[in-house]
């Protein structure tokens, strides 16, 4: 039995250094060698469920130009029962530290992992209502009603420095991984349209009442709790990371509150009215300014993958790959979002994957995955795009690192 164990382990390193295969969750923490050092890395996620790459060009050029016939065209590609979602998901790496504790003398492995890890992170979503597009894609009639609740965008940027352990169990056969993060709030963005904000539209023009809130700014501190598993085994591998819970409490909010009552009122003195507080005769109009305090929520993450070797004669095998990603809740949640893809190493120390996903707003995607393991240096490359290729793509993903091994 311990020869059987010695020989599974032995062969692990192997299995795993062939797959470009990162979940990011602490049970990624290294068992074998010495320290490793990240290097500044990057990882940027930006998509919606509509707008591709040639409409947001059409869309700064409608800024510098502003026309209502592109206006229509741009509105008229996004569904009007859905509304429009775009989100935005960022993090710059500064820096990762992680170092092993002790060694197993069964498996050669060590006895335990903890490393740290820093980055800067920004998350944020806008949602705009299906009556806001009905509007734009239809004009606005008599006996119409437009709701503009449910219309919002909400950002977050904080720097998050992770506390991070990793314990191998069962003979190294499973590692376990947990982490604690301290979080630091820099900037907070809340928008929102209030319920019950909504015009009704007859012959003499605009009536109904409005409430706007508009916060920005502040500091806070937050949390965030994650857990890991992953099995080193030579053939089917499993890896999964859970963070449940995270938050970030906000002070110091510019808060501003817009409401109105229109009767018999113009679209563009309701405009002016959120904008600039204008009174008019038809709109009555109030703002009231102050600080304020809110609490962000992180989405509840959850990723599942697992590879499978085919082994092709004398040659590295080819691992079918699968990963599922979820992300619930909080500041830009994405939903579930699935992908099948192939790993093979091409040459010596050099791993290509690609994948095909699906889900999320921007749907179906594809992407490449390039992992680099030499004799001191690993990191990876990985580019996906979803709904479309180059700038006709609802959404697109870079993420980057490398580390030093000592």
């Avoid at 197993?104 to 490393?115: I, N, Q």
């Avoid at 113009?266 to 109030?286: F, H």
């Avoid at 580019?383 to 980057?400: I, N, S």
Wanted: glycine share 16%; aromatic share 10%; net charge negative.
């Amino acid at each position: 039995m311990r020869r059987a164990f010695l020989w599974l382990l032995f062969w692990t390193p192997v299995a795993l250094a062939q797959v470009p295969f990162h979940l990011g969750g602490p049970a990624d923490l290294s068992l074998e060698g010495g320290w490793r050092l990240g290097l500044p890395g990057l990882a940027l996620s930006v998509e919606n469920n509509a707008l591709t790459g040639f409409d947001l060009v059409n869309i700064a050029a409608l800024l510098r130009d502003p026309k209502p016939t592109d206006l229509l065209l741009v509105a008229a590609r996004i569904p009007a029962e859905e509304g429009s979602t775009a989100l935005l998901q960022g993090g710059v790496r500064g820096l990762a530290v992680s170092f092993p504790l002790g060694q197993d003398p069964l498996t050669g492995l060590a006895s335990g992992a903890v490393g740290l890890d820093y980055r800067l992170q920004a998350l944020g979503s806008v949602r705009v209502s299906p009556g806001l597009i009905s509007l734009a894609q239809e004009g606005f009639g008599p006996g119409d009603v437009l709701l503009l609740e449910g219309t919002q965008a909400e950002g977050l940027l904080f720097h998050r420095m992770a506390l991070q352990g990793a314990l191998p169990i069962l003979d190294g056969l499973l590692v376990v991984g947990a982490e604690v993060a301290l979080l630091y709030g820099v900037g907070g963005a809340y928008l929102t349209f209030q319920q019950g904000s909504a015009l009704s539209y007859d012959n003499q023009g605009l009536d109904g009442q409005v409430s706007l809130l508009w916060e920005r700014g502040g500091h806070g501190l937050g949390f965030q709790v994650g857990f890991g598993l992953r099995t080193q085994l030579p053939t089917v591998g499993f890896s999964v990371y859970l963070r449940p819970w995270g938050r970030v409490w906000f002070r110091g909010l510019e808060r501003t509150a817009v409401s109105l009552t229109a009767q018999d009122a113009t679209a563009l003195e309701v405009l002016e009215c959120l904008r600039d507080g204008q009174v008019s005769s038809t709109v009555n109009c109030a703002v009231v300014s102050g600080q304020g305090e809110r609490v962000f929520h992180l989405p509840f993450e959850l990723g599942i993958g697992g590879f499978y070797p085919i082994f092709l004669g004398d040659g590295p095998p080819l691992y079918l790959t699968a990963r599922a990603d979820a992300q619930l809740g909080g500041v830009g949640p994405a939903g579930w979002r699935y992908s099948l893809g192939a790993s093979y190493p091409l040459f010596p120390g050099l791993n290509t994957a690609v994948e095909v996903s699906f889900g999320g707003p921007a749907g179906l995607g594809a992407g490449l995955t390039l992992g680099w393991n030499l004799e001191a240096v690993e990191g990876y490359l990985r580019l996906v795009q979803r709904g479309g290729v180059l700038l006709g793509a609802k959404g697109a993903q870079l993420e980057m690192g490398t580390a030093y091994r000592f």
